[in-house]
Every structure is written in C-alpha cells, then in structure tokens.
C-alpha cells in the first residue's frame, strides 16, 4: 500500500518525519494519559502540559517542514489553546488531550494514507480566528456560532 507521506516528499525527510512522528506520538499520548490523573503537584502538572505544548509545537514545525501546512494549521489551533494551560495548569481539560490523541490520529491515517485530509471544524475555527483574532477569548458556543456564521457566509459568497 502506497503511502502520502512517501507520494509527497523526498524519501529520506519522509522518513525523518515518518519516525519523529512516531516518537511525537507516543510522547503526547503518554503525557495526555498521565494528565488524566491526578497530579501529585502543580509543579507536576506544570511540566506534563510543558512537555505536552513542546511536543505539539515541534509537530507543527515537522508538518511545516513536510508542507503538510492544512494539518500544522490545526496543530497550531491546539497549540493556541494550551498556550494559557501554561500559566494557570486549571485550564488544562482532558478534552484538549482528547484533541491532540484524535488529531495524531487522523495525522496518521493520513501518512499511511487510509485517509484523505478534510478540514476539521478546529482547522476552520483556526483559519476564522486568523482573520478576527477574537475567537479563543470568547466562549465556545460564541466560537462555534462565529465560525458557523462565518462559513455560511463564505459559501453564499464562493456561489453567487
């Protein structure tokens, strides 16, 4: 079986990539298990969402590098969500580790190429807060009606 990764790009950065992949992988769904639990401290906890943020941003800089720019966008997206865990680790959820073990998911199934990239309401979100630079410091819902809004407009604008 073919594989994306390998149609796109040299073959000796898709391995780089296909390996640091791997590593990047295990790291942020060992780090989004161990934030499931109980913290033994906030110093902790400070440095599990540290390693989390660092292993997200260098993934971005990999799909970057491999010009996977749709999927670091909505790396980027995650990494601007945990950027304020990181003063105040109360604002971690395990829904963002649920995103990033369902965004390495779908990152994967697309380099083995058993899928074919489509937009995720997190990359529109993403593309929308670019153009407003409003978006995460509202509410989700205000978020979601936004980018709802946004997209309907966009879609009467592309077909009249």
């Known amino acids: 079986m073919s594989n994306n ?4 790009i040299d073959p000796d950065l898709a391995q780089t990539f296909t390996q640091e992949f791997a590593e990047i992988y295990q790291k942020i769904n060992a780090v989004t298990r161990e934030l499931e639990l109980p ?4 110093v902790q906890r400070a440095e599990q969402i540290n390693t989390l943020f660092r292993s997200i941003h260098t993934l971005k800089g990999n799909l970057q590098l491999v010009q996977f720019n749709d999927f670091a966008m909505e790396v980027h997206a995650l990494e601007n ?6 003063a105040d680790n109360s604002k971690y959820t395990n829904n963002l580790g649920d995103q990033a073990r369902l ?13 074919n990239y489509k937009p995720t309401l997190m ?3 993403m593309a929308i ?3 407003t630079n409003v978006l995460l410091t509202k509410s989700w819902v205000d ?3 936004v ?6 407009q966009e879609h009467k604008r592309k077909n009249n």
């Open 81 to 86: 969500l945990l950027t304020p865990c990181r």
């Open 103 to 115: 965004l390495l998911e779908k990152i994967q199934q697309f380099i083995t190429g058993k899928l």
């Open 123 to 125: 990359h529109i979100i």
């Open 5 to 8: 990764i390998e149609n796109n």
């Open 143 to 145: 978020n979601f009606n």
């Open 129 to 131: 807060n670019r153009e």
């Open 39 to 42: 913290a033994e401290n906030s």
């Open 147 to 152: 980018a709802i809004k946004h997209l309907y």
